[in-house]
């Protein structure tokens, strides 16, 4: 019979019974009926046709020996009598000790019915779980010789058919638990140690099923099946008895479930012919069991084959950055621990790390590895995993695990076999890929590759161990990375499809769905503080995703909760202590650390300056090294927990730079060559070159969006730089470091990588804008870096000039053009590193109308129109940055001077107004992309990703 026919004939019962009510009540001569007698009844003694317990239930008037326990004849008895005559004193113990726990939750203020909703809470089987709210009511309850007797109130019985539901189920799951405990001690002696935990195990999982059946069945859910219910009756018993007497549980599920079923059945049936109005779901349920008591033992078999008889389950979490979790997160694994513990499950967490990602130490700017030095891998070799919890983390939490901040299932594939073997897990939890897709070590394929090599390598290590092996979730979008949701999809479908292959005989593999419980994609991502890692609701989903792995496809655990609506919101407190001092390297700030915190953000300014520019840092220290002696720089500082929150500004420090680092390297020359680039420069001159230790050479992606920064360094003047991409441009720099640190770069000629000289610009057109300005335009080519315009004064009979100011924009404005602008042909080359084209076709304008009133006198020295070479000393396609670009840790701040062609008045800076004009475009353009480096490093996902190794 299905569950809507059943819904149908429970519904018109309820009807009828309803309707019989007031006729009952017609005419002058007839009483009032209570409602204590809706569901009434016979108070006479019933065998029960042999079952374990039988039910008399009515108005306390009709009770005989039991009217004196209620306060008033309209109050409502719900008896249960017991008939185990085997284990008779067994049973009254049983009822005592469940009067006694109700009366002492009274005693605390509950009524009866939270009461009532607190055991069925926690002995919950998870096909139902308790609703919250329904009706309330209170009463009492007693065991008298061989019953326990629910008394109601007359003032609290209600008449919605709703109300009788919850009172009927809670009675009836009730009778059914101390009933099925009695039955099942008949297979132990009496006081045998294991008798109470397994048979108070097997009664609460009965009587919890029974009454989450009953409740679902009236509230219009579906009920399952047989399966479904022996499924989360072994769940149950088994999360309950623990490993202590798993043994005992199973000794009794041989002999005993068959003759326990048996009984039940029976006794429900008995209640059926009791309860009219209830008779259908009852009998359904008692028909539906026939059978199961194999069924239940099969099902207990197969969970002693996941964790062993008599020891907790061991369970190692494999992961990144998810699953490790930042300084101060509660982390999903410690919301799966909870889990456990409230599903009676022991448990023991095993792997070689306990912490969270501790907070990088506040240390300066790095020296920059010399070219052929081997590569460090941190997340490998020292990985940060000495981090606190939040602070309202159980100090019993079990927090061993193996799971790093950046790691790969290209780098563990490596580790798991040696992990397994050292901490023999008895289950893994694996979530991994991320960090693969996401980091181009691999696209889909080679991902699921890596991850299966894992397993296998693990397996090996240990041919019984179980997976739970998790997809990997979607991340708010990312410019420039519209591959990696389309990558993503394409993996987590391919895993899906793979997964059911990869189990043995002896070693099981089920997946996660990861991505489909975690609130998170490319539009928004809810779950996660920075578009990737899970804020506090986010690790309720995570956790979820694997309870509901662990409990459906493994029989762990009795039932899989929601995630909870509200959760603790994330300390975000003022940063305190902030000093700013200068330092050799140039000015250092730092702060007192705050507990918690995702990251800081620092906004720095030049004094004076209106505009700040902000930074994204992760330690407690900040660090300005691209400055000139002299500059008064100005700092504030918030803490910034993303999308958890930000603090408040702090109050502004200051501090004049007085830098030691060398200037930057001269005449820098850049080579494209097939899959890099050549460079070459000049040792600079000035004070501080005399220790100057090494030279970084630092490239960037222009035409990768998010791209990040390529750094490397020689002790000499030139360096190759391979593996690049080609066909892409590259922006190149070169700064020198000396004891004191790193100093400013020099910005050279980008280059395209693959390409030799470009062809010249074709179409060239020249629009007056005013008597003294142009625009100029023109086509270019994919081979070129940029272009430079070439200027000559026809009516003096000049040589064309060309500035170093290179343009990757096919169009340059030209101004100051005196004594007017049809003075002057105009011309365009294509660079490409130190490669440059012809001169394109030249361009004129004609004379103006008359009358415009332009005067004649020679065009002002520094307008960038035509200067020839650069002034010596600077720096060939770059030389010295403007004024205005000092910076903290790679970016200038907005509006300090970047492409103002003059440093501020009394900066001693000495360089010419003419050559901050030409070089203001490569500066700018380095600060810009140091900028945008640093913030998509923030956000990217996790930063210590290191290549696979």
């Given at each position: 019979?299905?569950d809507g026919?059943?819904?149908?004939?429970?519904?018109?019962?309820?009807?009828f019974?309803?309707?019989?009510?007031p006729?009952a009540?017609?005419?002058?001569?007839?009483?009032?009926?209570?409602?204590?007698?809706?569901?009434g009844?016979s108070?006479?003694?019933?065998?029960g046709?042999g079952?374990?317990?039988?039910l008399?239930?009515g108005?306390?008037?009709?009770?005989?020996?039991?009217?004196?326990?209620?306060?008033?004849?309209?109050?409502?008895?719900?008896?249960?009598e017991?008939?185990?005559?085997?284990?008779?004193q067994q049973?009254?113990?049983l009822?005592?000790?469940?009067?006694e726990?109700?009366?002492?939750d009274?005693?605390?203020?509950?009524?009866?019915?939270?009461?009532?909703?607190?055991?069925?809470?926690?002995?919950?089987?998870?096909?139902?779980?308790?609703?919250?709210?329904?009706?309330?009511?209170d009463?009492q309850?007693h065991?008298?010789?061989?019953?326990?007797?629910?008394?109601?109130?007359a003032?609290?019985?209600g008449t919605?058919a709703n109300?009788?539901?919850?009172?009927?189920a809670?009675?009836?799951?009730?009778?059914i638990t101390?009933?099925?405990s009695?039955v099942c001690?008949?297979?132990?002696?009496v006081g045998a140690?294991?008798?109470?935990?397994?048979?108070?195990?097997?009664g609460?999982a009965l009587?919890?099923?029974?009454?989450?059946?009953?409740?679902a069945?009236?509230?219009?859910?579906?009920?399952?099946?047989?399966?479904?219910?022996?499924?989360?009756?072994?769940?149950?018993?088994?999360?309950?008895?623990?490993?202590?007497?798993?043994g005992?549980l199973m000794?009794?599920?041989?002999a005993?479930t068959?003759?326990l079923?048996?009984?039940v059945?029976?006794?429900?049936?008995h209640f059926?012919?009791k309860?009219?109005?209830?008779?259908?779901?009852?009998t359904?349920?008692a028909?539906?069991?026939?059978?199961?008591g194999?069924?239940l033992?099969?099902?207990?078999e197969?969970?002693?084959g996941?964790?062993?008889?008599?020891?907790?389950?061991r369970?190692?979490?494999?992961g990144d950055s998810?699953?490790?979790?930042?300084?101060?997160?509660?982390?999903w694994?410690?919301?799966?621990?909870?889990?456990?513990?409230?599903q009676?499950?022991e448990?023991?967490?095993?792997?070689?790390?306990?912490g969270?990602?501790?907070?990088?130490?506040?240390?300066?700017?790095?020296?920059?590895p010399?070219q052929?030095?081997p590569?460090t891998?941190p997340?490998?070799?020292?990985?940060?995993?000495s981090?606190?919890?939040a602070?309202?983390?159980?100090?019993?939490?079990?927090?061993?695990?193996?799971a790093?901040?950046?790691?790969?299932?290209?780098?563990?594939?490596?580790?798991?076999?040696?992990?397994?073997?050292?901490?023999?897990?008895?289950?893994?939890?694996?979530?991994?890929g991320f960090?693969?897709?996401?980091?181009?070590?691999?696209?889909?394929q080679?991902?699921?590759d890596?991850?299966?090599?894992?397993?296998d390598?693990?397996?090996?290590?240990?041919p019984?161990?179980?997976?739970?092996?998790?997809?990997?979730?979607?991340?708010?979008a990312?410019?420039?990375?519209?591959d990696?949701?389309?990558?993503?999809?394409a993996?987590?479908?391919?895993?899906a499809r793979?997964?059911?292959?990869?189990?043995t005989?002896t070693?099981?593999?089920?997946?996660?769905d990861?991505?489909?419980?975690?609130?998170?994609?490319?539009?928004?991502?809810?779950a996660a503080?920075?578009?990737?890692?899970?804020?506090?609701?986010g690790?309720?989903?995570?956790?979820?995703?694997f309870?509901?792995?662990?409990?459906?496809?493994?029989?762990?655990?009795?039932?899989v909760?929601?995630?909870?609506?509200?959760?603790?919101?994330?300390?975000t407190?003022?940063v305190?202590?902030?000093?700013a001092?200068?330092?050799p390297?140039?000015i250092?700030?730092t702060?007192?650390?705050?507990f918690g915190?995702?990251?800081?953000?620092?906004?720095?300014?030049?004094?004076?300056?209106a505009v700040?520019?902000?930074?994204?840092?992760?330690?407690n220290?900040?660090?300005t090294?691209?400055?000139?002696?002299?500059?008064k720089?100005?700092y504030?500082?918030?803490?910034?927990?993303?999308?958890?929150?930000?603090?408040?500004?702090?109050p502004?420090v200051?501090?004049v730079?007085?830098?030691e680092?060398a200037?930057?390297?001269?005449?820098?020359?850049?080579?494209a060559?097939?899959?890099?680039?050549d460079?070459?420069?000049d040792?600079?001159?000035?004070?501080?070159?005399?220790?100057?230790?090494?030279?970084?050479i630092?490239?960037?992606?222009k035409?990768?969006?998010g791209?990040?920064?390529?750094?490397?360094?020689v002790?000499?003047?030139s360096a190759?730089?391979?593996?690049l991409?080609?066909?892409?441009?590259?922006?190149?720099?070169?700064?020198?470091?000396?004891?004191?640190g790193?100093?400013?770069?020099g910005?050279a000629?980008?280059?395209?990588?693959?390409?030799?000289?470009?062809?010249?610009?074709?179409?060239?057109?020249?629009?007056?804008?005013?008597?003294t300005?142009?625009?100029?335009d023109?086509?270019?080519s994919?081979?070129a870096?940029?272009y430079?315009?070439?200027v000559?004064?026809?009516?003096e009979?000049g040589?064309?000039?060309?500035?170093?100011?290179?343009?990757?924009?096919?169009?340059?404005?030209?101004?100051?053009?005196?004594?007017?602008?049809?003075?002057f042909?105009?011309?365009?080359?294509a660079?490409?590193?130190?490669a440059?084209?012809?001169?394109?076709?030249c361009?004129?304008l004609p004379n103006?109308?008359s009358?415009t009133?332009?005067g004649g006198g020679?065009?002002?020295?520094?307008?960038?129109?035509?200067?020839?070479?650069?002034?010596?000393?600077?720096g060939?396609?770059?030389g010295?940055p403007?004024?205005?670009?000092?910076?903290?840790?790679?970016?200038?701040?907005?509006?300090?001077?970047?492409?103002s062609?003059?440093?501020?008045?009394?900066?001693?800076?000495?360089?010419s107004?003419?050559?901050a004009?030409?070089?203001e475009?490569?500066?700018?353009?380095?600060a810009?992309?140091?900028?945008?480096?640093?913030?998509?490093r923030?956000t990217?996902?996790?930063?210590?990703?290191?290549?696979?190794?």
């Amino acid at each position: 019979m299905s569950d809507g026919i059943l819904v149908l004939l429970v519904s018109l019962a309820l009807m009828f019974t309803t309707a019989a009510e007031p006729a009952a009540a017609q005419g002058p001569e007839a009483a009032p009926v209570k409602a204590c007698a809706a569901h009434g009844t016979s108070f006479t003694a019933d065998s029960g046709d042999g079952g374990p317990v039988t039910l008399r239930m009515g108005c306390a008037q009709d009770a005989g020996a039991l009217r004196p326990l209620a306060k008033s004849d309209g109050d409502l008895v719900m008896a249960f009598e017991f008939h185990v005559p085997e284990r008779r004193q067994q049973a009254r113990d049983l009822a005592r000790t469940l009067v006694e726990e109700t009366r002492a939750d009274q005693r605390a203020g509950m009524s009866l019915a939270e009461s009532f909703a607190k055991r069925a809470r926690r002995d919950s089987v998870g096909v139902y779980p308790p609703q919250g709210g329904g009706p309330d009511f209170d009463g009492q309850v007693h065991a008298v010789d061989d019953s326990i007797v629910l008394i109601a109130p007359a003032g609290d019985i209600g008449t919605a058919a709703n109300w009788w539901q919850k009172w009927i189920a809670a009675g009836v799951s009730l009778g059914i638990t101390i009933a099925s405990s009695a039955v099942c001690l008949l297979a132990f002696n009496v006081g045998a140690p294991a008798a109470a935990p397994v048979c108070g195990a097997v009664g609460g999982a009965l009587g919890a099923l029974v009454g989450e059946l009953m409740n679902a069945y009236f509230d219009d859910r579906s009920l399952g099946d047989a399966e479904v219910w022996k499924e989360a009756l072994a769940v149950a018993m088994w999360g309950a008895v623990g490993g202590a007497f798993a043994g005992q549980l199973m000794n009794w599920a041989a002999a005993g479930t068959t003759s326990l079923i048996t009984k039940v059945q029976v006794s429900l049936r008995h209640f059926a012919t009791k309860l009219k109005a209830f008779g259908d779901v009852l009998t359904f349920m008692a028909g539906s069991m026939a059978g199961m008591g194999p069924k239940l033992l099969e099902a207990l078999e197969r969970l002693r084959g996941i964790s062993g008889t008599a020891t907790p389950l061991r369970v190692m979490v494999v992961g990144d950055s998810m699953s490790q979790g930042d300084e101060g997160d509660w982390t999903w694994r410690y919301r799966l621990w909870q889990w456990f513990k409230s599903q009676h499950v022991e448990v023991d967490f095993v792997g070689p790390y306990k912490g969270t990602r501790n907070r990088p130490d506040p240390v300066g700017p790095a020296v920059p590895p010399l070219q052929g030095e081997p590569p460090t891998h941190p997340s490998v070799e020292n990985p940060p995993v000495s981090g606190r919890y939040a602070a309202g983390v159980d100090e019993d939490f079990d927090s061993d695990h193996f799971a790093v901040w950046g790691r790969q299932a290209a780098q563990d594939k490596k580790l798991i076999g040696s992990m397994v073997t050292q901490y023999r897990p008895d289950l893994l939890l694996v979530g991994l890929g991320f960090n693969d897709m996401g980091w181009f070590v691999s696209g889909a394929q080679g991902t699921l590759d890596s991850v299966k090599t894992l397993v296998d390598n693990a397996r090996a290590a240990k041919p019984d161990l179980r997976f739970a092996v998790a997809n990997v979730p979607q991340r708010s979008a990312i410019g420039g990375r519209e591959d990696l949701p389309v990558t993503t999809a394409a993996y987590n479908d391919m895993l899906a499809r793979a997964i059911p292959s990869w189990s043995t005989q002896t070693s099981r593999v089920e997946s996660v769905d990861w991505a489909g419980s975690y609130d998170c994609a490319a539009k928004a991502c809810p779950a996660a503080y920075d578009g990737l890692h899970p804020n506090a609701l986010g690790e309720f989903q995570i956790a979820r995703a694997f309870e509901q792995t662990l409990h459906r496809r493994f029989g762990i655990g009795r039932f899989v909760p929601d995630a909870p609506r509200t959760v603790p919101a994330r300390p975000t407190p003022a940063v305190s202590g902030l000093v700013a001092e200068a330092v050799p390297s140039g000015i250092r700030v730092t702060w007192q650390p705050v507990f918690g915190a995702h990251g800081y953000t620092v906004r720095s300014r030049i004094a004076g300056n209106a505009v700040w520019s902000e930074l994204p840092v992760a330690a407690n220290r900040f660090d300005t090294t691209w400055t000139m002696d002299g500059w008064k720089w100005e700092y504030q500082v918030r803490t910034d927990n993303g999308d958890d929150g930000t603090s408040a500004w702090s109050p502004t420090v200051s501090a004049v730079a007085d830098p030691e680092t060398a200037a930057p390297p001269e005449k820098i020359v850049t080579r494209a060559t097939a899959r890099g680039v050549d460079v070459s420069w000049d040792a600079p001159k000035g004070p501080h070159t005399d220790t100057i230790d090494r030279y970084e050479i630092i490239l960037w992606d222009k035409d990768t969006p998010g791209a990040f920064f390529q750094s490397t360094a020689v002790k000499g003047r030139s360096a190759h730089v391979d593996d690049l991409k080609p066909g892409h441009r590259y922006l190149v720099a070169v700064a020198t470091w000396n004891r004191a640190g790193g100093g400013m770069p020099g910005v050279a000629r980008s280059v395209t990588v693959g390409a030799g000289t470009p062809p010249k610009p074709t179409d060239l057109k020249a629009t007056a804008v005013d008597p003294t300005t142009v625009q100029l335009d023109w086509k270019g080519s994919k081979e070129a870096a940029g272009y430079r315009v070439w200027v000559r004064n026809v009516t003096e009979g000049g040589a064309f000039t060309s500035d170093e100011y290179v343009t990757e924009d096919t169009g340059r404005g030209i101004a100051f053009l005196f004594p007017g602008y049809w003075n002057f042909e105009f011309c365009v080359t294509a660079i490409n590193g130190a490669a440059e084209s012809p001169r394109s076709d030249c361009v004129s304008l004609p004379n103006p109308p008359s009358g415009t009133g332009v005067g004649g006198g020679e065009p002002p020295s520094g307008t960038g129109v035509g200067s020839g070479e650069p002034p010596s000393g600077t720096g060939v396609g770059g030389g010295e940055p403007p004024s205005g670009t000092g910076v903290g840790s790679g970016e200038p701040p907005s509006g300090t001077g970047v492409g103002s062609g003059e440093p501020p008045s009394g900066t001693g800076v000495g360089v010419s107004p003419s050559t901050a004009s030409i070089l203001e475009k490569g500066a700018a353009e380095l600060a810009a992309a140091l900028r945008d480096a640093q913030r998509a490093r923030s956000t990217a996902g996790d930063l210590a990703a290191v290549p696979a190794g």
